[in-house]
């Protein structure tokens, strides 16, 4: 069974940055795409960034430009830099497969204005 851990979250004041990281056990993450999500509170889950595995990127238009997802398979890792966050960017923020397999506990990210 997959299980994944992400970390790195915290509060930030508005402008600031965090990188978050996110370990995936099992043997197939190398050939896997992988993705950040992230939910508000009230909110649904929204897909923020993906990473296919070679390398290809997206990102959801509010982050375009600001987030920066990438991966280490040596490491079985995905990581997203964030950066200029604003407190619209407050959610717990999870990492997945995708398509999704189980959900870890994700990493709370508050940005205060």
């Known amino acids: 069974q997959v299980q994944l851990v992400e970390s790195g979250g915290g509060l930030v004041q508005a402008g600031g940055s965090l990188r978050l990281s996110c370990t995936a056990s099992?043997?197939?993450?190398?050939?896997?795409?992988m993705a950040w999500y992230r939910q508000a509170p009230g909110k649904q889950r929204e897909l923020v960034a993906v990473?296919?595995?070679?390398?290809?990127?997206n990102y959801a238009d509010s982050v375009k430009g600001r987030f920066t997802i990438s991966r280490d398979n040596a490491k079985n890792t995905v990581y997203l830099q964030m950066i200029s966050l604003q407190p619209e960017d407050t959610a717990v923020y999870y990492c997945?497969?995708?398509?999704?397999?189980?959900w870890g506990q994700g990493t709370q990210v508050t940005v205060s204005s």
């Open positions: 990473i296919t595995s070679d390398g290809r990127t």
């Open positions: 099992g043997s197939s993450f190398s050939t896997s795409v």
């Open positions: 997945n497969f995708l398509p999704v397999r189980s």
